[in-house]
């Protein structure tokens, strides 16, 4: 079937931690086709915001074609998505760009999943999907959230940089402190971090897929407003500017030059 | 009823295209949109080698619009060409290629190039305003724009639309060069240069610093500039800016633009362009407007 743009309506929502909300909305034919770290594009009601905001899926639930979001307020456009109550409307497209490769986690395999602040929600939904043995590394500023649900997949470590909660610093920091081992690594979170993670999973020679994020217009790649440089050629002009809506999110380590 | 318009030869099945830069060549679009109902395919700038374009951050939101500085990221003609044009062929819409380009001779290696192809018209981009060389750079004096237009004429084989920026005095002036200068057809308004500062972190929102705003913020501007170049010119004029509904391309169209260009629109809504051309219609029935003709320029 391919991207679709719908109304969807809103089952639930509720506030996580300072600025962080899940929202559950009911997407059916958005939820049968997301695959794990793919997302969506939400477009406000207020009409002096032009562009749709790219939100990554956190969690689906087919049986109902329900769908999670969980964001953080970053400006106006987040704002009044925190607003919406239960039967709201919000218009949205998805599902967009290219999920986490599945099968690099096979069975057998050793996969670590790191995901920082805002990058941790579509770590969820790829914890639940891999069957190989999963280990969770969480980095917060300070105030947690989503780490609970991570419980049920996978030993979970947390990092804050205030202290707060298990090893202060960042997932860098746990990954040294715990001795973690692992076969592939799967990754989201700020620039800085991901930047890390690659030069770690390089020397260590670690199979390993990075989600970015930039600021994108279309989301579906046409206007060429999202591109990082890549190792390779990019396949639509040719001069190593990859789409991250479109080639995107998900990028092998070594394919981005940060 | 008639919808149907003439660009200097070329006839559209209805005055609606796209505005060149925001809908690529039209294949991530044609998941979304029946090309075939399309007046014409406006692609994006195409040079006559690929183009990196700028660095990221190359959006940002503003107040009813947005501003970009892509740079004219584009794969060069060669897979244009060979990519591009064989796809946009399989629709029955009309081709027009955007071409970009820093000096004349690379404007003219494009044209030359294109005289063979099967592509309806040619647009010449002299309003881009973030690309150092080229683009703006032959928009913004009349000189230039003569000289860049006649130029091309030359060597092209399909009409010429000549793009002309905003960033002017009086869009007139720079509309008559072009017209003298042998220009078929002319467009605009490019986007008007802009910039967006962070103020938490203290720095330009666009690594380019500045960059072209465009979106319902610059209709205005737009339609005050497509209804004083149709004063002073003969030639057709394709209008565009801020184009969202049926309505804003109807007030163009009054303004005395013979087509119109949905851009910023297809980010917001990305069937914007069928719901222009079916407002169009529904508006021409209800009042009763048997031809698209005793629209253009109706305001005077």
Same mark, same amino acid.
């Given at each position: !079937?391919?991207?679709i743009?719908?109304? %969807?309506e809103?089952?639930?929502?509720?506030?996580?931690?300072?600025?962080?909300?899940?929202?559950?909305i009911?997407?059916?034919g958005i939820?049968?086709?997301?695959?794990?770290?793919q997302?969506?594009?939400?477009y406000?009601?207020d009409?002096?915001k032009? &562009?749709?905001?790219p939100?990554?899926? =956190?969690?689906?639930n087919?049986d109902?074609?329900?769908?999670?979001?969980?964001?953080?307020?970053?400006?106006?456009?987040?704002?009044?998505?925190?607003?919406?109550?239960t039967?709201?409307r919000i218009?949205?497209?998805?599902?967009?760009?290219n999920?986490?490769?599945?099968?690099a986690?096979?069975?057998?395999?050793?996969a &670590?999943?790191?995901? $920082?602040?805002? #990058?941790?929600?579509?770590?969820?939904?790829?914890?639940?999907?891999?069957?190989?043995?999963?280990?969770?590394?969480?980095g917060?500023r300070?105030e947690?959230?989503?780490?609970?649900?991570?419980?049920p997949?996978g030993?979970t470590f947390?990092?804050?940089e205030?202290?707060?909660a298990?090893t202060? #610093?960042?997932?860098?920091?746990?990954?040294r402190e715990h001795?973690?081992?692992?076969?592939?690594?799967?990754?989201?979170?700020?620039?800085p971090m991901?930047?890390s993670?690659? %030069?770690?999973?390089?020397?260590?020679?670690?199979?390993?897929?990075?989600?970015?994020?930039?600021k994108?217009?279309c989301? /579906?790649?046409a206007?060429? %407003?999202?591109?990082?440089?890549?190792?390779e050629?990019?396949?639509?002009?040719?001069?190593?500017?990859?789409?991250?809506?479109?080639?995107?999110?998900?990028?092998?380590?070594?394919?981005?030059e940060? | 009823?008639n919808?149907?318009?003439?660009l200097?030869?070329?006839?559209?099945d209805?005055?609606?295209m796209t505005?060149?830069?925001?809908?690529?060549?039209?294949?991530?679009?044609?998941?979304?949109?029946?090309?075939?109902?399309?007046?014409?395919?406006?692609?994006?700038?195409?040079?006559?080698?690929?183009w990196?374009?700028?660095?990221?951050?190359?959006?940002?939101?503003?107040y $009813? $619009?947005?501003?970009?500085?892509?740079g004219?990221?584009?794969?060069?003609?060669?897979?244009?060409?060979?990519?591009?044009i064989?796809? &946009?062929?399989?629709?029955?819409?009309?081709i027009?290629?955007?071409? =970009?380009?820093?000096?004349?001779?690379?404007? /003219?290696e494009?044209?030359e190039r294109?005289s063979h192809?099967?592509?309806?018209?040619l647009? /010449?981009?002299i309003?881009?305003?973030?690309?150092?060389?080229?683009?703006?750079a032959?928009g913004?004096?009349?000189?230039?724009?003569?000289?860049?237009?006649?130029?091309?004429?030359?060597?092209?084989?399909?009409?010429?639309?000549?793009?002309l920026?905003p960033?002017v005095?009086?869009?007139t002036v720079m509309a008559k060069?072009?017209?003298?200068?042998?220009?078929?057809v002319?467009? !605009?308004?490019?986007?008007?240069t802009?910039?967006?500062?962070d103020?938490n972190?203290?720095?330009?929102?666009l690594?380019?610093?500045?960059?072209? &705003?465009?979106?319902?913020?610059?209709k205005p501007?737009?339609?005050? !500039?497509v209804?004083?170049?149709?004063?002073?010119?003969?030639?057709?004029?394709?209008g565009?800016?801020?184009?969202?509904?049926?309505?804003?391309?109807?007030?163009?169209?009054? %303004?005395?633009?013979?087509?119109v260009c949905v851009? @910023?629109?297809?980010?917001v809504?990305?069937c914007a @362009?069928?719901?222009?051309i079916?407002?169009i219609?529904?508006?021409?029935?209800?009042?009763q407007?048997?031809?698209?003709?005793?629209?253009i320029?109706?305001?005077?």
């Open positions: !079937m391919g991207k743009k719908i109304e %969807a809103v089952v639930s929502q509720t506030r996580l931690a300072d600025g962080v909300f899940s929202m559950w009911e997407a059916k939820t049968d086709q997301a695959e794990p770290g997302f969506i594009s939400m406000t009601k009409s002096s032009l &562009l749709p905001r939100i990554s899926i =956190c969690e689906t087919r109902k074609g329900f769908l999670r979001i969980v964001y953080r307020i970053a400006g106006g456009g987040t704002e009044e998505f925190s607003q919406y109550k039967g709201s218009s949205v497209m998805g599902p967009l760009g999920g986490f490769p599945l099968e986690g096979s069975p057998g395999k050793r &670590l999943l790191i995901g $920082g602040g805002i #990058g941790i929600p579509p770590m969820l939904e790829l914890s639940k999907h891999l069957t190989c043995t999963r280990q969770i590394v969480l917060y300070d947690l959230f989503l780490n609970e649900e991570f419980l997949y030993d947390l990092a804050t205030s202290g707060t298990g202060k #610093g960042n997932v860098m920091d746990v990954i001795g973690l081992q692992s076969d592939v690594i799967f990754a989201c979170g700020p620039t991901l930047k993670i690659q %030069a770690y999973a390089l020397e260590h020679h670690i199979e390993c897929y990075l989600s970015l994020e930039e994108m217009a989301g /579906i790649g206007c060429l %407003a999202c591109v990082c440089k890549s190792s050629r990019d396949g639509h002009s040719m001069v190593h500017n990859k789409r991250v809506c479109k080639d995107g999110p998900v990028f092998k380590a070594e394919e981005v940060f | 009823m919808m149907k318009v003439n200097a030869g070329v006839e559209l209805n005055p609606v505005a060149s830069g925001t809908f690529g060549s039209g294949e991530e679009y044609s998941e979304f949109v029946d090309l075939n109902r399309l007046g014409a395919v406006v692609t994006k700038g195409v040079a006559n080698i690929p990196a374009g700028n660095p990221t951050p190359r959006i940002a939101e503003t $009813g $619009g947005m501003i970009n500085a892509i004219l990221q584009n794969p060069g003609m060669d897979v244009f060409i060979e990519r591009d064989p796809f &946009l062929k399989q629709f029955d819409t009309k027009i290629v955007n071409v =970009c380009g820093k000096t004349a001779e690379d404007y /003219i494009v044209v294109l192809e099967p592509v309806d018209m647009e /010449i981009n309003s881009c305003p973030n690309v150092k060389e080229g683009g703006i032959f913004q004096d009349p000189k230039a724009v003569e000289a860049i237009t006649r130029e091309v004429k030359k060597y092209a084989r399909q009409p010429v639309i000549m793009k920026s960033n005095t009086d869009i060069a072009a017209e003298a200068g042998g220009a078929d002319l467009s !605009m308004i490019n986007t008007l802009g910039m967006k500062i103020v972190r203290r720095t330009f929102a690594a380019n610093k500045t960059g072209g &705003l465009s979106g319902p913020a610059v501007v737009a339609v005050r !500039m209804y004083q170049a149709a004063c002073a010119v003969k030639i057709p004029i394709i565009m800016g801020g184009i969202m509904t049926a309505e804003d391309a109807l007030e163009f169209i009054l %303004a005395g633009a013979a087509a851009g @910023t629109a297809n980010f809504n990305p @362009t069928m719901e222009v079916q407002g219609e529904d508006y021409m029935i209800k009042h407007v048997d031809d698209i003709y005793k629209l320029g109706a305001v005077r």
